[in-house]
């Protein structure tokens, strides 16, 4: 399931509706209801594990555009993307009207706090995707994302070494990016910017790096989503950095049978992981209990960066 962009229109308004007043999220109906069968997680065990990661996923999530994966009979049966509003939602999931491609507006979800995951939560939300923007300035995205997706064949070091050649690249620039596995099979590579540039600017980069990558490595690496050349090779997929286009949340569950999560990680520790769905929902929830400060260490910081210049 893969999210695609709304496109780049030359001048795009957005409107953000009232919030409501703040309330208690909604009761939690069918709490026993088996989301994951191989691990046997509960919707209320979902629930409970979103509220524990709450003060390391809030501080991403909040008031930004939310697309949401939804599996109402759990992830053996089918799933289905949602990028637009719903007043069924809840009283604690919020509405932005965005301009898109064609010119019409729709309403896209947001969220304020922990209550807005929760109404999600009661909607059989297990994935949350977001804008690398904010509502509050939708045209200049304050974070890129280049997803490593390896194909057929290709080996957890391999990806390992893939993510660190993209920071090593982007460190010769002079700013600094950040791991996450993806809770599926891939690895993240997280560059965090100030906002200021457009999002054809900030995609053109990302493109530009891709491009850059797979000319000199080209046994390793692809920089196009077809199928057809992804076997051996790593697809650096740049395309998450398009308006529009949206990466997981950083502590977000995945909707597939591991249970996996979104977890950041340092780069020292890639070595020691297997593969991107290292942190099952029990395991991440006891990562966050032991989370201190940042996500990231030194993430703060970071998000005074400029993008830097392709050359």
């Known amino acids: 399931m893969r999210q695609a962009s709304a496109g780049t229109p030359r001048s795009a308004s957005r409107t953000?509706?009232?919030?409501?007043?703040?309330?208690?999220?909604?009761?939690?109906?069918?709490?026993?209801k088996i989301l994951y069968p191989d691990s046997g997680f509960t919707k209320k065990q979902v629930a409970d594990y979103y509220r524990a990661v709450a003060p390391l996923l809030l501080p991403e999530l909040v008031r930004r555009p939310v697309t949401l994966v939804r599996c109402p009979d759990g992830v053996e049966s089918p799933c289905f993307f949602q990028k637009h509003h719903a007043d069924s939602f809840g009283p604690n999931v919020h509405a932005v009207a965005i301009v898109e491609k064609d010119g019409g507006s729709e309403d896209y979800p947001y969220v304020e706090d922990i209550a807005g995951v929760l109404d999600l939560v009661q909607m059989n939300v297990l994935e949350l995707h977001l804008w690398g923007a904010r509502i509050e300035d939708l045209e200049h995205p304050d974070r890129l994302v280049f997803d490593l997706d390896p194909g057929p064949g290709v080996e957890w070091k391999d990806l390992v070494a893939a993510a660190r050649d993209v920071r090593a690249r982007l460190q010769a620039m002079g700013v600094e990016s950040f791991a996450r596995l993806s809770g599926g099979k891939g690895l993240h590579v997280v560059l965090p910017i100030r906002p200021g540039p457009g999002w054809d600017e900030a995609r053109d980069?990302?493109?530009?790096?891709?491009?850059?990558?797979?000319?000199?490595?080209?046994d390793r690496y692809v920089a196009t989503a077809s199928k057809a050349k992804r076997n051996g090779v790593i697809f650096i997929d740049w395309l998450r950095n398009g308006r529009g286009a949206t990466s997981v949340a950083s502590w977000s569950l995945r909707a597939r049978k591991e249970a996996g999560a979104a977890v950041p990680v340092a780069w020292s520790e890639l070595g020691r992981l297997r593969s991107g769905a290292d942190y099952p929902l029990d395991r991440a929830m006891r990562r966050a209990a032991r989370a201190r400060g940042d996500v990231w260490p030194g993430w703060s910081a970071a998000t005074r960066q400029k993008l830097p210049v392709l050359k």
């Open 16 to 32: 953000v509706k009232a919030a409501k007043p703040a309330a208690q999220p909604r009761t939690l109906t069918s709490p026993d």
């Open 205 to 218: 980069f990302c493109e530009g790096l891709a491009d850059a990558m797979t000319e000199q490595s080209p």
